[in-house]
């Protein structure tokens, strides 16, 4: 794949070519493989119970569950327009405390992507922000197109910025750190697919210069084996509650 172009293009812009032309590869594992276990906890934060219980938002027996149930009734109906899964993701995420130890949820970070000898963008639709700024997970949805070669470009474009910011841990390194693993989510609707993405120095370097690095990039994949259809997504309590498992146990990977 060395001699496919590399043109400079926004991340909201990279198609699987992309991927090709970088090295990069997509394994997709099973759940003991990427979990550590193929049993997940269900200790679900109690706040949840009346969202893995309740169907519809009009049966809710609180306040909390029926703006929550809201929220998710809004990102099965939002068609093209990503803001309401990009909500009800970041509504999710907190009552799963992802917000912990000083952490924030943040919408739309936008950031510079270099390719070559020009500067293009990228924007992660959500991201974790650790109390120093560094982004420590992503979230990706986009309904027209593909998001997982957005995401990845996302995390690449996410390498740098978080090696670049000042007086963190990270100055105590003369160079770049020699790879950095995001944890990240592309939304299909309100079904996940979930992701470990390690940016190394050297397929930054690469994208940086615009050539084809030869060493492989193996980017991690986990996608949920739901009890009732996928397309269905968190709309069915089953599915609700194996993706709430799910997230439970993605958030071991946001300190990696």
Request: a negative charge; proline letters at 5%.
């Amino acid at each position: 794949m060395a001699h496919l172009t590399r043109p400079t293009k926004p991340a909201s812009q990279w198609t699987h070519r992309d991927l090709m032309s970088y090295n990069i590869n997509i394994v997709t594992q099973s759940k003991k493989q990427f979990f550590h276990t193929a049993l997940l906890q269900q200790n679900i934060n109690p706040s949840l119970n009346g969202f893995m219980s309740t169907w519809l938002r009009q049966s809710a027996a609180d306040d909390e569950t029926a703006k929550l149930l809201q929220y998710l009734e809004l990102a099965e109906n939002a068609g093209s327009h990503e803001t309401a899964v990009y909500n009800f993701v970041a509504k999710l995420l907190e009552k799963l405390e992802y917000d912990r130890d000083n952490s924030i949820i943040f919408f739309h970070r936008d950031l510079p992507f270099d390719i070559g000898t020009s500067t293009s963008s990228a924007q992660a639709g959500v991201c974790v922000m650790d109390r120093y700024g560094m982004m420590i997970l992503l979230v990706h949805a986009d309904s027209s197109k593909d998001p997982e070669p957005q995401v990845i470009a996302e995390a690449i474009a996410a390498y740098e910025a978080n090696n670049e910011i000042p007086g963190t841990c990270l100055r105590r390194h003369q160079n770049r750190l020699p790879a950095i693993t995001f944890p990240a989510i592309t939304m299909h609707g309100t079904y996940p697919i979930f992701y470990k993405i390690t940016v190394t120095a050297q397929l930054y370097n690469a994208v940086l210069a615009g050539l084809y690095p030869l060493t492989e990039t193996c980017v991690l994949r986990y996608v949920p084996d739901l009890p009732l259809p996928h397309n269905k997504g968190m709309h069915l309590l089953q599915n609700r509650i194996e993706i709430l498992a799910c997230l439970q146990a993605f958030k071991q990977f946001l300190e990696n």
